[in-house]
Nanobody
Framework: QVQLVESGGGLVQAGGSLRLSCAAS????????MGWFRQAPGKEREFVAA????????YYADSVKGRFAISRDNAKIAVYLQMNSLKPEDTAVYYC????????????WGQGTQVTVSS
């Protein structure tokens, strides 16, 4: 079992930046990918970005391409989400997720961190 803990959320003005962090613990040797999802009030959870643990390939939702960047620290078993040029529509609870298969679903989830972008 993998435990994930997010940090770095907060309140920022439109156009500003935030960096989210996610630290993994437990059976981390199984991790093949990690990612970020978000859920805005009244909406379904949606994919934001993901990174393969081996090789570092990255994937992004169209809505964040060019503004967000996902990265990893193999030694710390951590993943980060640098968010730039933030928009009010980026306001959501952001969740870190981990998966033990590159093709399968994300099976481990963090508790979420709130990101609020004011206009």
């Amino acid at each position: 079992q993998v435990q994930l803990v997010e940090s770095g959320g907060g309140l920022v003005q439109a156009g500003g930046s935030l960096r989210l962090s996610c630290a993994a613990s437990g059976r981390t040797f199984n991790i093949q990918k990690m990612g970020w999802f978000r859920q805005a009030p009244g909406k379904e959870r949606e994919f934001v970005a993901a990174i393969r643990w081996s090789g570092g390939s990255t994937y992004y939702a169209d809505s964040v391409k060019g503004r967000f960047a996902i990265s990893r620290d193999n030694a710390k078993i951590a993943v980060y989400l640098q968010m730039n040029s933030l928009k009010p529509e980026d306001t959501a609870v952001y969740y870190c997720a981990g998966g033990i298969s590159t093709a399968g679903p994300f099976g481990s989830w963090g508790q979420g961190t709130q990101v609020t972008v004011s206009s």
